[in-house]
């Protein structure tokens, strides 16, 4: 929950030049609150930067006041959207089940989900992280026919390292990136090779490099280094 029309668009402006020419070389994406989700359309049309969603709905539409729905995201012309963000599993109470149904919805709308999984400290530490993170990817799963797994991203976030001063070594990552990436050949062997698979566990400058050399690791989920154009575009440079 960051940003105003003046700051959104001086680091869009920011990013957009700084990728010229460079692009090409990895997806770029920005999520932004929904409030901008114009702005992000009007300054970013026709640039290789995507944009989309941070939430959704998991309802089409009716008397649910305050919530955005999928189709009013599609209006806005994202290209996708963020489900099951750590954030808000721990401070909205979302359960597996509501991010499949948000998952469902976003491609419904002909949208790209990005679907976040990741373990608390405590979970980490009670050797409970691959019974975690596959059951929070199984429920989406469960609901997508082979066909809508292709479409999907996941983004993998250990909550116990984002904003903590605690780490993940590039190791410990793709130990578990490689978990979920054999949880989605069980689901169809080609969603396996295709379906991009984000660490959002504080990837920044210094790190991201050796980070995005893991096999399984495919990119990330940046979060305080995307206020940032110079430290994004770092990462970029690094993908």
Request: aromatic residues 4%.
């Amino acid at each position: 929950m960051n940003g105003s029309f003046a700051a959104n668009a001086a680091l869009l402006a920011e990013i957009k030049a700084g990728l010229a020419g460079q692009a090409a070389d990895c997806d770029v994406l920005v999520c932004a609150p929904a409030p901008y989700l114009l702005q992000c359309a009007d300054v970013l049309a026709g640039s290789a930067v995507a944009w989309g969603a941070q939430d959704v709905s998991a309802h089409d539409v009716g008397a649910y006041t305050g919530e955005v729905s999928a189709s009013m995201l599609a209006d806005c012309a994202c290209q996708y959207v963020i489900v099951g963000h750590s954030e808000r599993r721990a401070y909205h109470l979302e359960s597996n089940e509501l991010v499949a149904q948000k998952a469902q919805q976003v491609l419904r709308a002909g949208l790209r989900p990005v679907i976040c999984v990741g373990e608390t400290l405590q979970q980490r530490e009670l050797g409970q992280t691959n019974n975690v993170v596959t059951a929070q990817l199984q429920a989406v799963l469960d609901v997508l026919e082979a066909a809508d797994v292709l479409k999907i991203v996941v983004a993998y976030e250990p909550v116990w390292a984002i904003g903590t001063g605690k780490t993940a070594t590039p190791q410990m990552a793709q130990d578990v990136h490689a978990v979920l990436r054999a949880q989605l050949a069980a689901k169809d062997v080609i969603a396996a090779e295709r379906v991009q698979i984000l660490y959002g566990g504080s990837m920044k400058p210094d790190n991201a490099k050796e980070l995005l050399a893991m096999a399984d690791i495919d990119g990330g989920l940046i979060g305080g280094a995307a206020l940032k154009s110079a430290d994004f575009l770092a990462i970029a440079r690094a993908a």
